[in-house]
Nanobody, 125 residues
Framework: QLQLVQSGGGLAQPGGSLRLSCAAS????????VAWFRQVPGKEREGIACISTSNGKTTYADSVKGRFTISRDNAKNTVFLQMNSLKPEDTGVYYC??????????????????WGRGTQVTVSS
């Protein structure tokens, strides 16, 4: 079974930056896409970014577009989320997830069969 190990995150000031990593125990090119979701206190869990492992095509939620960047390193079987211009509203638990099929929506969590355990991101002055 595929394992996803997350690292990074922590505390940042408003306007600051953090980078999250998601390392897979298998070749990520054997899966069709990797996504980042977040759970913000008091709000619905949302998909914020995803990337195709084959061609690198990216998709972003409006809430993070222009501030966050998802990328991949196929040689290291790792996906990253670079978060810039952070806002207090970005505070929450961030999860990476992988879909084993080509028929998926980036913001539909039921399409993703493998999940990391999550990492806390806190944005505060």
């Amino acid at each position: 079974q595929l394992q996803l190990v997350q690292s990074g995150g922590g505390l940042a000031q408003p306007g600051g930056s953090l980078r999250l990593s998601c390392a897979a125990s298998a070749k990520i090119v054997d899966y069709f896409g990797v996504a980042w979701f977040r759970q913000v206190p008091g709000k619905e869990r949302e998909g914020i970014a995803c990337i195709s492992t084959s061609n690198g095509k990216t998709t972003y939620a409006d809430s993070v577009k222009g501030r966050f960047t998802i990328s991949r390193d196929n040689a290291k079987n790792t996906v990253f989320l670079q978060m810039n211009s952070l806002k207090p509203e970005d505070t929450g638990v961030y999860y990476c997830a992988t879909t084993p099929t080509p028929n998926y929506y980036c913001d539909r969590e039921t399409d993703f069969g493998f999940w990391g355990r999550g990492t806390q991101v806190t944005v505060s002055s």
